[in-house]
């Protein structure tokens, strides 16, 4: 077999490579900057170029090389190349392949297209690893042009009524989708973490007001805010009284999960594929071998058995999926503006 799962992660014996691994190897593939898929502590890395920065930010000074997508390289015989995972800039699927057997590691993916990251294509392989995030019936995400409309919809309104539209999304990926989403004069504030993540994608923070502790309620009045779930909590929200709180989020699917958080709002963006869209990527690939990660794997591997008659497997990893319960993953190594360090 080309591809091992291992305590250390996703292993190619033969290139000697790592793939997302969770502990520090020698040689690492990361498909996207994520923390859980993008750990420090290997001694060189391999990316699509689109992650360089972004990963040199959060991970420090590292031994890293990068590729742009559809550029195979060879290591000992196997050919590798990354191909768009639809997920977050930089995101890529890892294609390997050796006498004949291909190999596609998707990491995180998203097959409907944002508007702003490039668009996931399906590789034709044998073996697919899949996460399963959302692997139940019951997500079926908006479109994007849908999903825009809300979201600038309810941003009028509350500015019409005195509020501050405060919305939150993970730093990176979230934070970039809302950004793009979001046509409107009124002035738009960004957490500190937010800001400095924009800088190093490269992302034009120029509209936008970046958070100091200088603020004055008066720049907004009423404005938007988006910022990480780490204010969640924290009197920091405070500055932006009076405000409404809406949460940016594939499990915002669920009622349950706004009341939850005492959410005046929740927006349906994820920037993993719902069911429809995990179907569509599996079915594209053609392989008869499929290896179902994070997220809802027990039940995602027995509907790809009974209905689709492949050969499904459940998989232990360490990946994490999407969260709204913390964004300690969207913030380390960094000191928030709320005094916490992350």
């Given amino acids: 077999m080309l591809i091992q799962f291992t305590n250390r992660g996703i292993f190619c014996p033969r290139a000697n490579i790592y793939i997302d691994p969770w502990k520090p190897v020698d040689k690492a593939i990361i498909t996207h900057a994520h923390s859980d898929h993008a750990r420090w502590g290997s001694k060189h890395y391999l990316s699509h170029k689109d992650s360089e920065f972004i990963l040199r930010y959060r991970l420090g000074t590292i031994s890293l090389e990068t590729l742009s997508y559809n550029q195979p390289i060879q290591i000992n015989g196997v050919k590798i190349s990354l191909h768009p ?11 390997l392949e050796h006498n004949g057997e291909i190999w596609v590691v998707s990491g995180d993916y998203k097959v409907k297209p944002d508007g702003y990251s490039v668009p996931f294509e399906p590789v034709r392989c044998q073996h697919f690893i899949t996460e399963s995030t959302f692997g139940l019936p019951v997500y079926n995400f908006p ?15 509350n500015a019409t009524q005195g509020f501050n539209s405060v919305l939150i999304g993970y ?20 957490h500190s973490t937010i800001y400095n993540t924009n800088n190093a994608l490269g992302f034009d923070n120029s509209p936008y007001i970046k958070f100091t502790q200088e603020f004055k309620k008066e720049q907004l009045n009423p404005g938007i805010v988006v910022a990480t779930g780490s204010v969640i909590g924290n009197p920091w929200l405070k500055r932006f009284d009076p ?8 499990w915002m699917q669920l009622r349950g999960a706004r009341r939850r958080r005492n959410a005046d709002k929740g927006f349906i963006m994820s920037d993993h594929a719902d069911w429809q869209g995990l179907n569509e990527a599996v079915l594209a690939t053609g392989a008869e071998n499929v290896y179902v990660t994070h997220g809802y794997k027990t039940v995602y591997a027995k509907w790809l058995r009974e209905n689709y008659k492949l050969n499904a497997y459940e998989v232990e990893t360490l990946f994490e999926g999407e969260s709204i319960e913390t964004e300690s993953s969207e913030t380390i190594g960094e000191q928030t503006e709320t005094g916490q360090q992350s």
């Fill in 243 to 250: 405000y409404r709180l809406a949460f940016c989020s594939g």
């Fill in 143 to 157: 479109e994007v042009n849908e999903l825009n409309i809300q979201l600038n919809q309810w941003t009028k309104e």
């Fill in 85 to 95: 995972a639809g997920h977050i800039t930089g995101s890529a699927q890892v294609r």
């Fill in 171 to 190: 730093a990176l990926g979230k934070a970039q989708r809302i950004l793009s989403a979001l046509t409107t004069d009124q002035p738009i504030l960004l």
